[in-house]
């Protein structure tokens, strides 16, 4: 991917989901929101995507209205329409309808001039797998520090 400069990721994603597939989208914005997002005033947490009506919508974003906009600002977590081919769609609603699955939003980004989403099919973690994920990355994290004190001793 060239000329990709991620605006906002959603970090929450990981640790509530294990990701199994993810797929880029564009997404149907106004100019004021596309100035809001390239200033990086754009929050993905608790952000989600559904089929209504054979179209993909993104809710709950949270995209800061634009500080000299004026009648053409909109409400700041409207629902926005994901760009995608419609047996893309189908095929991710019909993994939707599976138990467990859900659509959520990884990260924003540029793409030369264009904004896109990038969306994951993703199975809900449950409790314990959060905690096993946490005490791996803790033990990983001490197996990097042991490492960097027995160099630092030589």
């Known amino acids: 991917m060239t000329n990709m400069k991620v605006i906002s990721t959603n970090k929450k994603a990981f640790h509530d989901y294990n990701v199994v597939e993810t797929f880029e989208t564009g997404i149907n914005l ?11 005033e754009v929050n993905l947490k608790d952000s989600y995507a ?16 634009y ?3 004026s009648f053409s600002n909109v409400d700041s977590r409207r629902d ?5 081919h419609k047996n893309e ?10 138990k467990g699955y859900s659509i959520v939003p990884l990260k924003i980004y540029l793409q030369g001039s264009l904004v896109k989403v990038e969306i994951a099919l993703a199975k809900g973690k449950q409790l314990y797998d959060k905690r096993e ?13 042991d490492i960097s004190e027995a160099m630092r001793r030589r």
């Open 50 to 65: 559904t089929v209504h009506n054979g179209q993909l919508l993104l809710k709950n974003v949270y995209v800061k209205p």
């Open 80 to 84: 926005r329409r994901l760009l995608m």
């Open 133 to 145: 994920a946490i005490a791996k990355k803790d033990m990983d994290r001490q197996q990097q520090r």
């Open 67 to 69: 500080d000299k906009g």
């Open 30 to 40: 106004v100019g004021c929101e596309v100035k809001s997002i390239k200033r990086g």
């Open 89 to 98: 769609i189908m095929r991710l609603l019909g993994k939707v309808k599976e």
